[in-house]
């Protein structure tokens, strides 16, 4: 199985719009957290037709509205701060911020854990557990990123916007 893992979008539509066209082959996207204004759900949603799991970042401030948008679509699932997933085979953690994702990935319950906040692209190992930033779609503090998994060979691919 393909995932496309992305994060930090921070409203611009534009690189998420170059982002959502390169992730097409993967079979679900997982999204670690801040959309922003709650419009950037929609649009990663009407994007991306396969199943999608989000979580909330610390910049996503209208959650009830991004709670509203994520029902009217089948596909998305909004697990709030946390998710706790099984994907082609793994068990796979998501959440915002590396300071909760690291004892996470520490624990050993999971293969592999997701994560964003701080911008910074990185793939690492942590023990047995994939430990991966896919870096921001934004574009801000460098080039835009993020990161197809698969879970059969447990390789990452970083994709550049």
Not at 3 to 25: G, P, T, Y
Request: hydrophobic residues 40%; charged residues 25%.
């Amino acid at each position: 199985m393909k995932l496309a893992v992305m994060s930090d979008v921070h409203d611009n539509i534009w690189n998420l719009e170059k982002a959502l066209k390169k992730a097409r082959s993967a079979d679900a996207l997982i999204f670690c957290g801040d959309f922003c204004a709650p419009f950037t759900l929609k649009q990663i949603a009407e994007g991306f037709e396969k199943p999608i799991h989000v979580v909330f970042g610390n910049n996503d401030g209208d959650k009830f509205l991004l709670s509203n948008i994520a029902s009217g679509f089948d596909h998305v699932t909004l697990h709030g701060d946390f998710a706790d997933l099984d994907l082609g085979g793994l068990k796979i953690a998501v959440n915002h911020y590396p300071e909760i994702a690291e004892p996470i990935a520490a624990s050993g319950r999971y293969d592999a854990v997701f994560y964003g906040h701080n911008h910074i692209h990185k793939i690492d190992r942590i023990d047995e557990c994939d430990f991966i930033n896919p870096g921001e779609v934004m574009g801000r503090f460098g080039n835009p990123t993020f990161v197809m998994y698969d879970t059969t060979q447990r390789q990452a691919e970083t994709i550049k916007i």
